[in-house]
């Protein structure tokens, strides 16, 4: 069953805690990305990665980490430096080829902050 | 500053009826497209607009570009309720697969 994983569901962090969301995609897509989303409003870009060991930083990256050290696997850290995480993540990616502009969505996961 | 802002923020029909969702951008584009979110859920992809392309239909979706105007509208007809959800634009700049998504428009379908 192809398709893009995200876990957890819903994640709690404590003060000056980093935490790590994680994401994974089955579908052989090169590129991947994750994006914030702030309730009624649209999405911002983070941080994304268009090849293994190469990554970007997208419009909001302050107090976010990523890695990709596999194709398949791009974990986001929300380390204690972003001061208002509370938020749904999202995780996408894309295929090589004709279909390279569409996007795939993971089912994200929401932060709360205790 | 938001590269995709769409109008109206939010829309309630009866089902049957036609929604008309808007969307303006600012920048030159390669291509435009429209996705979904059901709430608490991931977006999915509904289509995409080239940006030598006027007009595009999928289904129940139609979907019209003007690039004189910079400016895109999603027409879904004979709504369902099942169409309640929120609707994204999002526009490709040409910058490796980047997308700017708008804010959306939530579309509530009474059944």
């Known amino acids: 069953d192809g398709g893009i994983t995200q876990s957890p569901k819903y994640l709690f962090r404590k003060e000056g805690q980093n935490v790590t969301l994680s994401c994974e995609q089955n579908l052989n897509h090169d590129a991947m990305y994750w994006y914030r989303q702030d309730p009624g409003q649209g999405l911002r870009l983070i941080y994304y990665?268009?090849?293994?060991?190469?990554?970007q930083k997208g419009d909001i990256a302050e107090g976010y980490s990523v890695s990709r050290e596999k194709k398949e696997s791009f974990p986001l850290t929300v380390t204690s430096a972003q001061k208002n995480p509370t938020a749904f993540y999202l995780c996408?990616?894309?295929?090589?080829?004709?279909?390279?502009?569409?996007?795939?969505f993971g089912p994200g996961t929401r932060l709360l902050v205790l | 500053s938001q590269q995709g802002e769409e109008d109206p923020q939010a829309l309630s029909i009866q089902e049957g009826e036609n929604a008309t969702m808007n969307c303006s951008y600012k920048?030159?584009?390669?291509?435009l497209q429209w996705y979904r979110q059901n709430s608490g859920r991931g977006l999915v992809h509904l289509i995409l607009?080239?940006?030598?392309?006027r007009e595009k239909h999928s289904g129940r979706l139609r979907v019209t570009l003007d690039t004189s105007k910079k400016s895109s509208s999603l027409l879904i007809t004979a709504s369902r309720a099942a169409d309640t959800a929120s609707y994204f634009c999002a526009t490709d700049l040409n910058q490796g697969g980047k997308l700017i998504f708008g804010q959306g428009t939530e579309l509530s379908v009474k059944p």
């Open positions: 920048t030159s584009i390669n291509n």
């Open positions: 990665s268009q090849i293994v060991n190469d990554f």
């Open positions: 996408a990616s894309n295929p090589d080829g004709r279909d390279r502009e569409t996007q795939y």
């Open positions: 607009i080239r940006s030598n392309e």
